[in-house]
């Protein structure tokens, strides 16, 4: 863990902790405590609904997670008011961190509280103080009572997705910008979705005895189950199927270096390789998420035409057909990948990635078309692999990486050099001082 | 319409007919209702609907299905089937009007009968309609009426469908509309809540409109995030179908060999009857099952004899196949039968050395198909056999080497002129 993120959690751990202590001696616990009409029920069924809730996890593309059990907390903070709802929050991520999920190591189970914690009270803070909502009763009939509870949603899930996503950036050492475009395309809904249910929670919770009868609260519980299951099933269908489908092409990948390679080559795993790189290097100078992803799947399949290329038996030289399809190896990718309606802007970068930055021999590349950045950034990715793993080379890292600045405007693009280096740096690669000493050598 | 098959075309008129007339019933039922809002309600719900029914989600072996199925529901608890019916009319027209007509008044017809119906069940299994009710508890004892109805639409609609994806692809009824039931049905089971829940609220003069339309953002992530994962699915096997030719391109016959032969599958499955509910891991197998021969290309294209390890390596091909379909994960059940496709009924197959009934029909399928495909097409070391010399060949092998069931049915089509043509220009499978 860098300091940095250990800083980080502990800040937000301790905020979200302080507030529980506020809570606890300011609050109005003592309702809960010692109840008086019918308290004690109402916590009761915002805890167990809150719990069963919150086991429900979806994991995010870019990393970090949502838990169904904040609509409930929303619903807690607009029913009994934001003591509570911190209250029922800490008890809930507890139950799930520690009994539910088990192993969850134990400074994460308290950020996670901390930050709950944290960030119910400020959206309860701007529930009641700032846009003047009123314990026990949410209205909806008014545009000012819509704007009440609107605000306090966003301000609510926005603090809870910052807080994740600032975590997610610091652990995985990648930028702030390019976590957070990467979830904002599933988590903005799935927040909203979530909002909408907790308000919905609220409203049958509130409503229940003219609704429901006597023991309103069990229908209304029974009666929540089941719409979040079904949000939460089909977040998880869909996040599944990015997994596979990344799985599927390093298959793939795989299986085409073992066809053009044979089985033992150390040019297996090349693929998957300058795929990591590469996209490592494109989040480093912020690209969005969907750009990182097509740099990786590029990746994967940057040598696909090398299937074209005619078997040769070990030790003889190389005929002039398979000459001429190893150079043409990029076209002939391109043009396997792009009738692949997912794959055509892959197809772009495949087609260009072994082009040359000043246009050298064999690049295929016409002159008057500028090579997309990706394929820049693929073919330095591939140069280092090459000078890394392939065994006639097998430079270090930071010979490599040297002879990649040395190359850096001649064979390759300056620009994805530096963002190359700057990756090495960051993953520790090679040493931050020779990495910073090579970026000036650019 | 002209050029549809003739079942379907009938089919296409009956239910238009049938809708309607059900529809001018309803309207009857409704003119003695005088409590009802008519208008207010259909235009409530039409908003509803047309909001919730925006871009459908496309199942995989036919059939669409959207998040309207919760607001049809809580229109049909709320004002009864006759405004459901016109809900559902006026949405058709309005959704699918860039469709030809045929479609707009099937469709119109199709929903009329599936909210009508299940309406009508939920007023007579004792259902309170909740724009008839003053009693705010009265959905508290409807619970089998909702079940029951919930229950008819599902079936209702599924049927309709299933009938005539089915008629136009010439597939079997029964496996059609297993396949698309299960696609929709624990969908729909979970979706009828929401449409309960939305009853109930509406009952709340504080919420009413308010309360029913906040239900619309759960369902809407609901359907974006299942319209992801069909999306996806769809992209994989596009990718996994692309990669797999690119990789067969190496040897020069067998490109567009794998195509071939999920055609060849596919009309010998229909022909013997084969489940439609495993005909999509099927045909991903057929077109799979040679994925695992990279490792023993370099023996086979070998000039000297083989040796034993070479033969190893040969009867290894089909579980390396297995390995990297279980790979791709997409198919559950794909992956065993690629393991299968070269055991022999008299067990002298590989890997496994299975016999007779041990054999997935499946494999026994493609085992067939790529026979025949194999034959027909030219080899290095020797030209093609005629379609008849292959068909004999086959015919020889019955019992032993290949299915004799499978093989019967395949010499029918053959007989018959049945088989898929084989220089059509490739495709990806459809999903």
């Known amino acids: 863990m860098s300091r940095t993120l250990r800083i980080y959690v502990w800040l937000v751990t301790a905020a979200g902790l302080v507030a529980v202590a506020v809570t606890a001696r300011f609050g109005n616990l003592e309702g809960i405590i010692r109840p008086s009409g019918g308290v004690l ?123 994740v996503t600032t975590a997610v950036a610091l652990e995985r050492k990648a930028p702030l910008r390019s976590v957070w475009l990467g979830n904002a395309k599933l988590v903005i809904p799935l927040d909203a979705a979530l909002a909408g249910v907790g308000l919905l929670v609220a409203l049958l919770y509130q409503y229940r005895q003219p609704l429901f009868g006597g023991y309103g609260w069990i229908f209304v519980a029974a009666v929540i189950i089941l719409p979040t299951s079904l949000l939460f099933y089909s977040s998880r269908l869909f996040m599944d199927m990015y997994r596979v489908y990344d799985k599927t092409l390093r298959t793939l990948s795989a299986l085409m270096e073992t066809k053009v390679h044979g089985i033992d080559a150390e040019a297996v795993g090349h693929g998957e390789r300058v795929a990591r790189f590469a996209a490592a290097a494109a989040q480093e100078i912020g690209l969005a998420a969907d750009e990182v992803q097509t740099i990786q799947y590029a990746g994967y399949l940057h040598d696909v035409g090398k299937v074209a290329v005619p078997s040769r038996d070990a030790g003889q030289n190389l005929t002039q057909e398979q000459i001429d399809k190893l150079r043409r190896h990029a076209d002939i990718g391109s043009d396997i990948l792009r009738p692949i309606r997912f794959l055509s802007r892959v197809a772009t970068l495949v087609r260009y990635h072994d082009a040359r930055f000043d246009q050298g021999p064999y690049s295929s590349a016409p002159q008057h078309e500028p090579i997309p950045f990706g394929s820049r950034l693929l073919a330095v990715a591939e140069r280092y692999d090459n000078l890394t793993v392939s065994a006639s080379m097998s430079s270090s890292p930071e010979e490599a990486m040297r002879r990649l600045v040395e190359e850096a405007g001649s064979r390759l693009d300056p620009r994805a050099v530096q963002a190359f280096v700057r990756m090495l740096a960051r993953e520790a690669v090679v040493d931050a001082v020779r990495c910073e000493e090579a970026l000036h050598a650019i | 319409m002209r050029n ?132 705010h508890l009265s959905l508290r004892y409807s619970g089998p009426a909702i079940i029951l109805s919930g229950l008819t639409y599902t079936l209702v609609n599924s ?139 370099p023996v086979v294209n070998k000039k000297e004899k083989l040796t034993d390890e070479d033969w190893a390596l040969i009867k290894e091909h089909p579980a390396d196949g297995q390995r990297i379909v279980a790979a791709i994960e997409i198919q559950p059940g794909a992956a065993d039968i690629v393991r299968a496709t070269h055991e022999r009924p008299d067990g002298k197959g590989y890997p496994d050395g299975l016999a007779g009934d041990k054999i997935d029909r499946a494999a026994s399928i493609i085992a067939v198909a790529d026979a025949f495909q194999a034959m027909t097409s030219d080899r290095a070391y020797r030209a093609r056999m005629p379609e008849h010399v292959a068909i004999a060949e086959l015919a020889r092998g019955k019992g032993t080497q290949f299915d004799a069931a499978v093989v019967d049915a395949f010499v029918e089509l053959w007989q018959q002129g049945l088989l898929p043509a084989r220089d059509r220009e490739p495709n990806v499978p459809h999903a």
């Open chain 2, 159 to 297: 049927f309709a469908v299933a009938i005539a994806v089915g008629l136009q692809e010439g597939r079997q009824l029964l496996g059609t509309w297993r396949v698309g039931f299960g696609w929709m049905g624990p969908r729909y089971l979970a979706l009828a809540p929401f449409g309960v829940l939305m009853a109930m609220v509406y009952q709340v003069p504080d919420l009413r409109y308010f309360g029913v339309a906040l239900f619309l953002l759960p369902l809407f992530w609901a359907r974006y995030a299942f319209k992801g994962y069909i999306d996806m699915r769809e992209v994989h096997q596009q990718t996994v179908a692309g990669l797999a030719t690119a990789l067969e391109a190496l040897d020069h016959y067998t490109e567009e060999h794998s195509h071939y032969v999920m055609e060849l599958a596919e009309a010998l499955a229909r022909r013997l009857g084969f489940p439609e509910t495993r005909m999509e891991a099927l045909l991903f197998a057929a077109r799979l099952h040679d994925i695992g021969k990279f490792r023993m290309e």
């Open chain 1, 41 to 163: 029920t109402d916590v009761a069924f915002f805890l167990v609904i809150g719990c069963l809730l919150d086991m429900m996890i979806v994991p995010m593309t870019s990393g970090g997670a949502v838990s169904a059990g904040f609509a409930v907390f929303y619903a807690c903070m607009l029913i009994l008011g934001p003591y509570v709802a911190a209250f029922i929050a800490v008890i809930a991520t507890l139950w799930t961190d520690v009994v539910v999920r088990r192993g969850v190591p134990i400074h994460k189970t308290l950020f996670n509280v901390g930050h709950a914690a944290l960030s119910l009270l400020v959206a309860g803070a701007v529930y009641y103080l700032l846009l003047g909502g009123r314990v026990g009763h949410v209205s909806v009939s008014g545009i000012a009572d819509l704007a009440r509870v609107a605000g306090s949603a966003a301000v609510l899930f926005g603090s809870e997705i910052s807080v």
């Open chain 2, 4 to 135: 549809l098959p003739p079942p379907l075309r009938a089919y296409l008129i009956v239910i238009p007919l049938l809708g309607g007339g059900l529809l001018l019933w309803l309207n009857l039922e409704l003119a003695r209702q005088p409590e009802i809002k008519v208008i207010e309600g259909i235009l409530f719900f039409l908003a509803l609907t047309i909001i919730a029914a925006q871009s459908p989600v496309q199942l995989p072996r036919g059939g669409i299905m959207s998040v309207a199925f919760a607001v049809d529901y809580a229109c049909i608890v709320i004002y009864g089937p006759g405004v459901a019916a016109w809900v559902a009319v006026l949405s058709a027209l309005i959704l699918l009007r860039r469709s030809p007509w045929y479609k707009i008044t099937f469709n119109a017809g199709q929903l009329v009968l599936t909210v009508g119906l299940a309406g009508l069940v939920y007023g007579w299994a004792g259902g309170h309609f909740v724009a008839l009710s003053q009693d």
